[in-house]
């Protein structure tokens, strides 16, 4: 065959292999890019860390207590949680992209939710490992308190 023909064939192949699939991403990196900023991707994933870290700890810190146990609604409360952080920072976004034409608007909502939920997760790390009887400098939990009451 020849090889022009073969790179048509190849080329239409790649394109169409597994074609749902690559509709599905792309519809979703579209719903992803409208209801939150891209901007954020990289907050957005370490608001996600900060959450599943905030899950681990909270399962030794239990394991370390006396008379408690691992229940699995700690695994679904931080997927609920998870859920939540993302509603309020997409409002957030959404308001800011439908007040943009409002002069001196500030436009922190988003960034003021992230902001919040990264300092709170932060926080129930320190507990979970001061539970678990690690150090936790106080100086550390203060600021970060202090920080979170100005948001």
């Not at 608007?105 to 992230?114: A, G, S, Y």
Request: charge should be neutral; charged fraction near 15%; proline fraction near 3%.
């Amino acid at each position: 065959m020849d090889t022009r023909i073969q790179q048509i064939i190849d080329t239409h192949n790649s394109v169409f292999d597994l074609f749902p699939i690559k509709i599905l991403g792309g519809v979703l990196v579209g719903l992803f890019s409208f209801f939150f900023d891209q901007v954020h991707i990289i907050a957005l994933a370490s608001l996600f860390m900060l959450s599943f870290f905030d899950m681990i700890s909270a399962i030794v810190a239990v394991r370390k207590t006396p008379g408690e146990t691992v229940r699995s609604q700690m695994i679904g409360k931080t997927g609920i949680k998870l859920g939540m952080y993302c509603l309020a920072i997409s409002a957030g976004h959404l308001t800011e992209s439908t007040l943009a034409a409002v002069p001196d608007f500030l436009m922190v909502i988003d960034e003021t939710f992230i902001g919040v939920f990264a300092v709170t997760e932060l926080l129930s790390i320190c507990e979970n490992l001061s539970k678990t009887g690690y150090t936790v400098p106080t100086k550390l939990i203060d600021t970060l308190s202090n920080y979170k009451k100005k948001l």
